[in-house]
């Protein structure tokens, strides 16, 4: 794509530091949607530390600027954009306003997510461990989803004061007592996967089982913090490349003249990426155990209800009523989740026909595939990969 002339060309400030995967990854999706309109300069301060206090980001502004995309912190940041004229996107769930456009992690969708693999292992008991006062963000619809299914959701709150302790190792003992008088087993939703990976470090430390006793899951997917630890630590990842590039069409639209939307968009993780600390079923019941892990082993094949009903030695009916008595949905639908998740791992590492991959993960056909695939996530196949493709698409920069 040609280079447009200077004055026909606008820069777009990013204002999210670098030093953690997810705001690598959304600048990964800026990058991405710039590359696809190539009119932008993109200015970003990889040393920029959030949460430095009123107006940091304000003080990195490049000196000509065009657009804004950071997280806005309070009333006295947004102001100081607003004397400046400058169009803003924010990606802050911990401030908002109807004149200020948002781009967020869905965390509902995210919560749901982190309940149904815990389910899916035949977990009963439910926790969420916070990091500092913003965590209640990701801590409340977890425990609405928690209890809205019938469970109780054990908490690890951090207060203000307290707000800095994950840092300073000042939270242990208190880490300590909780994991210790937490019901076992239970699935543990960490803040994010530096939590996660110190929840498992401290569980260890004390002799706690992960996953046989506690299953821990983080957010984010960052790489280095969920493959250091020992067992390795499950994740939900929260797409943030997505998240950048839609924040990125949405600053294009103000820059243009237009209004954000009048809500914030909520962008849906791409699911849970599995490693060891959830790497098991716990379930007391040894039907639905059996029947779980002959599923994750076999879905991809064709298998059925039927075959099952043969491997577990069970009849049709007990296996269907433990299953909904213990994961709250059948033996097919467990099935299809296996077939499903499957399907996405092709959609997006390789360039499979839908047809090709429906074979390949046990659907009769693509249009059955399409079909089931647009019923549970909203959209088609091929919508989901070119999203993927589109995340991906920056010329010498690996979105995720």
Not at 47 to 67: E, Q
Not at 99 to 110: E, G, K, R, S, T
Not at 226 to 234: A, D, G, I, M, Q
Request: charged content about 20%; proline content about 6%; glycine content about 8%.
């Amino acid at each position: 794509m040609p280079t447009l002339p200077s004055q026909d060309r606008v820069t777009v400030a990013v204002l999210v530091g670098s030093h953690r995967q997810f705001y690598r990854d959304v600048l990964c999706g800026v990058a991405s949607y710039a590359a696809r309109h190539g009119h932008w300069t993109i200015g970003t301060e990889p040393t920029l530390f959030l949460g430095a206090g009123i107006g940091s980001a304000v003080r990195h502004l490049p000196r000509r600027c065009d657009g804004v995309i950071s997280f806005i912190e309070d009333d006295a940041e947004f102001a100081a954009f607003q004397q400046r004229g400058i169009p803003v996107v924010n990606l802050s769930s911990l401030y908002g306003r109807p004149d200020l456009p948002a781009v967020l992690p869905d965390a509902a969708a995210m919560a749901a997510a982190a309940f149904d693999h815990f389910r899916e292992r035949g977990l009963r008991s439910f926790a969420f461990c916070g990091l500092y006062p913003g965590s209640s963000v990701r801590q409340i619809p977890f425990e609405n989803t928690v209890k809205a299914h019938g469970f109780e959701c054990h908490t690890f709150t951090v207060n203000e004061r307290q707000k800095t302790d994950w840092q300073t190792g000042r939270d242990r003992p208190r880490l300590e007592a909780w994991l210790e008088q937490l019901p076992k087993p239970t699935g543990i939703l960490a803040h994010n996967d530096i939590r996660g990976r110190q929840l498992i470090d401290i569980a260890m430390d004390l002799g706690i089982a992960i996953p046989g006793e506690l299953s821990i899951l983080g957010v984010d997917n960052e790489v280095p913090h969920c493959e250091l630890c020992t067992p390795t630590l499950s994740s939900v990842d929260i797409d943030a490349a997505r998240i950048g590039y839609e924040a990125a069409a949405t600053l294009e639209r103000c820059m243009a003249g237009g209004r954000g939307a009048a809500a914030p968009i909520h962008v849906p993780p791409r699911g849970i990426v599995a490693r060891g600390s959830t790497d098991t079923t716990v379930t007391a019941d040894p039907i639905v155990s059996l029947a779980m892990d002959f599923i994750r082993k076999h879905a991809v094949e064709g298998i059925d209800t039927h075959d099952v009903v043969e491997a577990v030695e069970a009849s049709r009916s007990v296996l269907a009523k433990r299953f909904l008595q213990i994961l709250g949905y059948s033996p097919h639908e467990a099935i299809v989740r296996q077939r499903l998740e499957a399907a996405r791992g092709l959609l997006a590492g390789t360039r499979l026909t839908v047809g090709t991959i429906a074979a390949q993960c046990g659907f009769r056909h693509g249009e059955y595939l399409t079909a089931v695939f647009r019923r549970r996530f909203g959209i088609t196949p091929r919508e989901y990969r070119d999203q993927v493709a589109r995340q991906q698409s920056a010329p010498g920069i690996e979105a995720r």
